[in-house]
């Protein structure tokens, strides 16, 4: 673990001209430079870095970051790597922390165990391209499935012996212990005569490489001429502690970059496919192997893109394993496609049947949104009242886990037009959904807002925070208000304020702004904006000498400095004369009139739901009077909002 001294050191060092110079030609324009942006094809410069602000950023793409963000990004690294690489540059010496015994043996023989496959997979390897049976039997197999020999080396594929006990003799003889070649399951031990025998000889080899470009672990396939009556086709590393395969995915490691650049990800299912489309251009793809999708390989994916294309055969499999962990890519707000391939291929045949070109056009033209796809299958030919009944509930659950607000709104009027049930009932059913799994504590979409609850006076608005709402992605004033924050958060826009203890004080812009929200009870809708804010407070209160621009451009948490810089990146720069200053007056009336901007917008769309509500009450009076009383109460605020804004409206 690097301790923070350190990270502040490599922080502190990197220039943000001289990291993206490694990587971009850059001319000088102005006080900034200016290149080709290496995220996205263009061929007029878009890509601007600002050393004063220590960021760059594309004006085309959006992509961009402060050093360690633009590395992460670029060469496709975790935090932690890409600050080693920043160290490496500037010769900063890292200083881990000490661990304990216990840790150090724990990391010695994960170490240990990566050490023992890589010489396993380049065992693998040099049989396949130098012994006489390997190239005789396991590189005529890999070809006659159509794999080219540049592709075969690029995901360092091989091929193991039939003698079961050479293996292990090999490692040994080099110096590998025993013990790790079993921890890491490439040998298993004979129980009677205590010999160690080779878990994949005779099969061809397919190394599992990392994320971070480490062997964690292998599959084999049995050949085809002896596939007959073979149990087992497929022989894969057991779990170890290097190797999950629910959490690897097979081919991530040479398809990261493409995957960023494209900004979206193929899924299939087996290793073939991976390898025919890679070797076809379709470079941004990796395969779950037969299981079910986990959050962590999710999560894995979501570091490089939000955009995912399930690719399986149009058969009864490929359906069922196109419907697999769904609901989890949807509740973790991955944009979700589905292409089934039709006449009884898989994506290894289709990508040996098109060209380069053919192929990447089909893939475009016949994906189709994964709610659209899933509510043509369910619906399709079903007629008996229960059973599309059934259909349409498993619709609306899918819906009611993705967090984009406007999203979930467009899919249920996609189900209401597709099954012919009214719109309200289905919103009514999404909330009952949200708040059955709330009262669960299980999958819960994120920045969504409840409907529903007690009845609220006129005094204050007392937001329950935890359903459906159009809200729930950010407004445009919500944006105004967070880039006020992230630009002038330590301004004092009002001195000399008497506060609850009757002293004088006073309060920053983003003191300001917290203390009107929680007076009301109001967050922010995006989680990022909250945690900005709450941050922007205590810092303001703990450092004299907080700023929050250059603070958070430079945040560690990624996410956070990325926001930043978009949200404080100008499109066109000024020179000092040029740019327009805000006092503190100008702040303080923004900031003011922002405020009453985000109070009526929550309570317009709390109108909206109440009046879906109201109409869907039955002969629920009491209910109805309760609701009744809460739209009064909310007319009544939005008409002193609307008044506040300088613009009366009676509704």
């Known amino acids: 673990m690097i301790d923070r001294q350190t990270v502040e050191r490599i922080k502190d060092a990197a220039n943000i001209v001289d990291v993206v110079s490694e990587f971009v030609t850059l001319k000088k324009a102005g006080a900034n430079y200016k290149g080709l942006c290496p995220f996205h094809d263009e061929k007029t410069p878009s890509f601007i870095v600002s050393p004063a602000r220590g960021t760059c950023h594309c004006f085309g793409c959006g992509k961009g970051g402060n050093p360690i963000s633009f590395i992460m990004e670029h060469e496709q690294m975790t935090y932690p790597e890409a600050l080693r690489w920043l160290a490496k540059k500037y ?69 193991d012996s039939d003698n079961r006990y050479q293996l292990a003799e090999r490692a040994k003889s080099a110096g590998y212990k025993e013990d790790f070649l079993l921890k890491t399951g490439i040998c298993y031990k004979n129980e009677q005569t205590g010999e160690l025998i080779d878990r994949y000889a005779g099969r061809v080899v397919f190394p599992w ?22 149990n087992q086709k497929y022989v894969n590393s057991p779990d170890s502690e290097i190797y999950h395969k629910a959490n690897e995915l097979y081919g991530i490691w040479q398809a990261k970059r493409a995957i960023a650049k494209e900004n979206r990800v193929y899924m299939v299912e087996g290793q073939a496919d991976v390898i ?30 939000g955009n995912i294309t399930l690719l399986y055969d149009g058969d009864a499999a490929g359906i069922h394993a196109a419907m697999r962990g769904t609901d989890m890519l949807l509740s973790e707000g991955m944009n979700l ?77 996609l189900c209401a037009e597709k099954s012919g049930v009214k719109e309200e009932n289905l919103i009514s059913t999404m909330n009952r959904m949200i708040r059955e799994r709330k009262e669960r504590g299980s999958v819960q979409p994120a920045n969504t807002v409840e ?116 949200m404080t990146e100008e499109r066109f720069h000024l020179s000092g004369s040029q740019q327009m200053t805000e006092d503190d007056e100008t702040l303080r009336r923004n900031v003011q009139h922002l405020l009453l901007d985000f109070r009526k917008d929550f309570v317009d769309e709390r109108l909206k739901q109440l009046k879906i509500e109201i109409g869907s009450c039955g002969n629920d009076m009491g209910r109805l009077q309760k609701l009744m009383l809460e739209f009064k109460d909310m007319q009544d605020m939005r008409n002193a909002l609307a008044h506040a804004l300088g613009n009366n409206v009676i509704v």
């Open 209 to 230: 490489i990392g994320v971070s470009g480490k062997v964690v672990g292998f599959t084999a396939r049995v050949l085809d001429q002896r596939t007959k009556g073979v």
């Open 337 to 413: 496609k589905v292409l089934l391939i039709p006449d009884g291929k898989d994506p290894d045949e289709l990508a040996r049947t098109m060209s380069a070109e053919e192929l990447k056009t089909f893939l475009e033209e016949n994906a189709v949104d994964f709610m659209q796809f899933k509510t043509d299958l369910m619906l399709k030919g079903v007629t008996d009242p229960q059973k599309r009944s059934e259909a349409v509930s498993s619709i609306v659950n899918s819906i009611s886990l993705i967090p984009n607000a406007i999203l979930r709104d467009t899919y249920l009027h």
């Open 276 to 305: 025919s489309l890679y070797q076809s251009g379709i470079e941004n793809v990796v395969a779950n192997s037969g299981t079910a999708l986990s959050l962590n390989q999710i999560h894995m994916l979501h570091r490089f893109t």
């Open 451 to 566: 409907a529903g609850g007690e009845a609220h006076t006129a005094a204050t608005v007392h937001p329950p925070m935890q359903e459906v709402s159009p809200m729930a992605q950010a407004s445009e004033v919500e944006q105004m208000l967070i880039q006020m924050i992230l630009k002038h958060g330590e301004k004092i826009i009002f001195q000399n304020i008497e506060g609850e203890d009757g002293n004088k004080i006073d309060l920053s812009l983003s003191q300001f702004v917290k203390y009107n929200l929680d007076v009301d009870d109001l967050k922010f809708t995006n989680p990022l904006y909250n945690d900005i804010l709450n941050e922007a407070v205590a810092l303001q209160e703990e450092e004299k000498d907080f700023v929050a621009e250059p603070y958070f451009l430079h945040h560690h948490n990624i996410k956070i400095s990325q926001l930043a810089i978009r």
């Open 91 to 159: 010769n900063i010496e890292i200083q881990e922390r000490e661990l304990s015994n216990e840790e150090k043996e724990q990391q010695s023989q994960r170490e240990s165990m990566f050490i023992v496959n890589e010489w396993a997979c380049k065992y693998f390897e040099d049989l396949l391209h130098n012994d006489v049976d390997g190239v005789a039997i396991g590189m005529q197999y890999l070809r006659s499935r159509g794999f080219r020999d540049d592709v075969i080396k690029k995901f360092q594929l091989g091929y």
